[in-house]
């Protein structure tokens, strides 16, 4: 398996077909979050009161941030990869030119990232607006860090996926089964000190919990030991699903 800086090309491609509905999609991108801002952070925030000295709402964006990267990187690797094999056979084009199957998917795993990364960043600026700010300029900036190695994780995951799927309807299996479980059982809206002991172990395996636990330390600059094992469960999983991914993909672009 090998990579060539033709992966740059296909992001830039990506880029530019992007701009046609930066719009629309910046628009689909704040809905969901911001509803859960809304509902959540500020109607329930005035029943729930203070987690740890600071008001629900410092409880609950670092975990939207880092939902919203993982539905946008995930919905893009899914549906937006299915449109360009079977629909647009844009990958049959891509794969006869210098640019090898390899490239091609990784950059668009990449591309999955970068929407992943206008999502939460466009999450951060509304965060921002209603008055809840990281504790530093520092902090601004391994949230960014973060935002992209979470975008390139859940990408590489939905590309597996999308390496069998037969049609659309198949990822309703991965978004209802995988997706949707860890959007509640990861510690974004609740803490996960209160779950019975068998979801506390069972969300340990739910890469969106080691997520948000980051996302949560470095928001809040509440630091700790156990956020190395959370890093390193995220990296060796992301390094695990990005090659997988390639490599499916590739099985399924070259027969």
């Known amino acids: 398996m090998t990579f060539s800086r033709r992966i740059v090309w296909v992001f830039w491609r990506n880029l530019v077909s992007y701009k046609r509905f930066v719009l629309t999609t910046f628009l689909a991108s704040l809905i969901q979050p911001l509803f859960y801002l809304i509902t959540f952070g500020i109607g329930m925030g005035a029943y729930v009161g203070y987690f740890g000295g600071k008001p629900y709402l410092y409880f609950l964006v670092p975990g939207v941030l880092t939902t919203s990267v993982m539905m946008s990187a995930t919905f893009e690797c899914l549906y937006g990869t299915f449109v360009k094999i079977v629909h647009e056979k844009l990958y049959d084009s891509l794969i006869a030119t210098p640019v ?42 391994l949230l960014v860090l973060l935002m992209v190695f979470v975008g390139v994780l859940f990408g590489s995951l939905a ?45 340990q395996f739910m890469p969106l919990t080691h997520a948000v636990a980051i996302a949560r330390a470095i928001f809040n600059g509440d630091y700790g030991r156990g956020l190395i094992f959370n890093f390193l469960v995220i990296l060796a999983l992301e390094i695990a699903a990005f090659l997988a991914g390639v490599r499916l993909m590739k099985r399924r672009l070259i027969k």
């Open 100 to 141: 090898s199957a390899e490239d091609a998917v990784a950059g668009d795993i990449a591309w999955g990232a970068f929407r992943g990364l206008v999502s939460g960043g466009l999450m951060m600026v509304v965060a921002i607006f209603m008055g809840i700010l990281p504790v530093s300029l520092l902090s601004v900036l």
């Open 159 to 203: 590309m597996i996926v999308t390496a069998f799927a037969p049609n659309f309807d198949f990822f309703n299996y991965y978004s209802e089964l995988v997706i949707t479980p860890m959007l509640f059982f990861s510690g974004v809206f609740f803490p996960l000190d209160k779950f019975p002991g068998w979801m506390k172990a069972l969300a």
